[in-house]
């Protein structure tokens, strides 16, 4: 193998109160596929995008040398002259352009502001049958699946003479088959000279794939592996992601045991959901799980895993396109065809989007809070403002969210109170089920403590809570049984005395469902 092409020294990248890397090194020899794996904000993606220019020299410190040279990128055009060129996870394609126009984008075939549209689609269809593809450069975006679309971002890469391909978990929403294909065409361009760095949770695919790994975790760099040597094993890549100890940072918690011959409160059998616009493409895939009065059952997976969809398509179908299952409650099958019908049923949902899905930014926090049940607030139809007030100051004080008045907006309030208003406005729908979704992401760890509290104490009063986290921690901190998803499938359910870092994260990066 030849010498390093890329050499990263000593990055640290800091947002304001996190560091989001720590003095991370990473060295990339000349023609690899070299994978850098680690749990969900391990620094990765961070990692990526201080490289490709995303985040510009001058806001994080150490030093990259490319081809021998330092460089100091300033844009993402700065990075993509030097042939470094990254295809992030949410594609960057626009839907109603044609193939030809995508792939030329900000780099057209143009002779004086006029652009060759011979030369244009000449050049389209050579990189498009490059990647394997034979769709015509005029076709719409629009209208071929996920899986040619991440081909398509391929091949405007190799249209900017790309010497490093960045992809960042390039097969997180493909299919079986469609994964297949673009790891065949990483190889291939491995012989055509070409380096790439590999995000990807998926072991099976590093191994196929990589000839180096290295391991990130909590911003830190913990070791780079030879995938070829025998000792890199599933089991070391495994270790290296999660190997910190659990701390005391959740509330003391007694595992919840379920009443002989209730019924469970919320019960999901054979639930299937297609992508909504791929619509060949299962991103919830026959499962089945249920949840008791009184229980926190965690939902394990990484990101593509299928969790949020199965969450959000359950609360009122609000995503994909429903093809089959059923929704049980206390022993009756109901109906949650519109978010609506599933309020009334006594089911919420607190989004892992607070900003854009679970708050009104520019609204103030009573405003917020009654907003699922105006019901509850509101006289013949019209809201009675007292009411609604003492109902957000109960909830400003059980919650302990930290506001001079609960007429402040929300967003004057930092994340872990936005949260907490989220909750607030949840709970006074008087919920039987909870559907929670990352609920601590982006809050400091004091804030987390806090959050964790309420839920135990929701659990303590009876309602039943479905916790879907990216932090294997957390589940193993909170939760009483944890079912573990991947590519839309459940793999695994383990009890609180069975789960381990290290068994839930094998779960989690298996392709074929697995029976107990």
Not at 248 to 263: L, S, V
Not at 487 to 513: H, N, V
Request: some cysteine.
């Amino acid at each position: 193998m030849a010498g390093p092409v890329l050499d990263m020294r000593s990055i640290v990248k800091t947002f304001p109160g996190v560091k989001a890397l720590s003095d991370v090194s990473l060295t990339v020899r000349q023609g690899e596929v070299h994978a850098v794996c680690g749990e969900n904000g391990a620094g990765k993606s961070t990692l990526m995008k201080v490289l490709s220019g995303v985040h510009p020299h001058g806001t994080y410190e150490g030093e990259i040398l490319f081809e021998g040279e330092v460089c100091r990128f300033k844009d993402i055009r700065a990075s993509e002259q030097r042939g470094i060129v990254i295809i992030h996870q949410e594609l960057a394609l626009v839907p109603y352009l044609s193939l030809a126009e995508n792939i030329f984008l900000g780099n057209e075939h143009a002779t004086r502001g006029f652009i060759n549209w011979n030369e244009t689609l000449r050049h389209a269809t050579e990189v498009l049958r490059r990647v394997g593809l034979d769709d015509h450069p005029e076709t719409r975006v629009a209208d071929i699946g996920v899986g040619k679309q991440q081909l398509v971002e391929i091949a405007k890469a190799l249209s900017k003479k790309v010497k490093l391909l960045i992809l960042d978990e390039p097969t997180a929403a493909l299919n079986d088959e469609d994964s297949g294909k673009l790891l065949d065409l990483i190889l291939e361009l491995k012989k055509q000279g070409i380096t790439s760095i590999i995000i990807s949770h998926k072991l099976n695919e590093i191994r196929r794939v990589a000839d180096s790994v290295t391991i990130l975790r909590d911003g830190r760099t913990i070791e780079t592996l030879d995938v070829r040597a025998p000792e890199t094993t599933e089991d070391r890549i495994i270790s290296g992601m999660v190997g910190r100890d659990l701390e005391n940072r959740f509330p003391e918690r007694t595992p919840h045991q379920p009443e002989e011959g209730t019924a469970p409160a919320l019960e999901i059998r054979n639930w299937t959901v297609h992508h909504p616009i791929d619509q060949h493409r299962k991103v919830v895939d026959d499962v089945s799980l249920h949840v008791r009065r009184g229980e926190i059952v965690g939902i394990a997976g990484l990101m593509g895993a299928g969790r949020t969809e199965l969450a959000m398509s359950v609360f009122g179908r609000s995503y994909g396109r429903y093809t089959g299952g059923t929704v049980v409650k206390d022993g009756e099958e109901i109906r949650t065809r519109t978010v609506a019908e599933a309020i009334r049923h006594g089911i919420a949902y607190v989004t892992e989007d607070r900003k854009h899905y679970g708050l009104n930014l520019i609204d103030t926090i009573n405003r917020n809070i009654s907003l699922s049940a105006l019901g509850k607030v509101a006289r013949a139809g019209v809201v009675d403002e007292h009411e609604e007030r003492k109902v957000a100051e109960s909830f400003r004080t059980s919650m302990n969210i930290k506001a001079p008045t609960v007429f402040e907006p929300v967003n004057k309030l930092s994340g872990g109170n936005q949260q907490k208003v989220v909750l607030s406005k949840w709970i006074f729908t008087g919920p039987d089920v909870l559907i929670l979704d990352e609920p601590t992401r982006g809050i400091d760890v004091g804030a987390k403590y806090e959050i964790y509290t309420v839920i135990d104490r929701l659990a303590a009063e009876g309602k039943a809570v479905v916790f879907i986290s990216s932090e294997l921690p957390e589940l193993l901190g909170m939760c009483d049984r944890v079912y573990t998803m991947a590519a839309g499938r459940l793999t695994g359910e383990f009890s609180r005395s069975e789960a381990t870092q290290e068994s839930l994260m094998r779960q989690m990066t298996k392709d074929k469902e697995v029976t107990r």
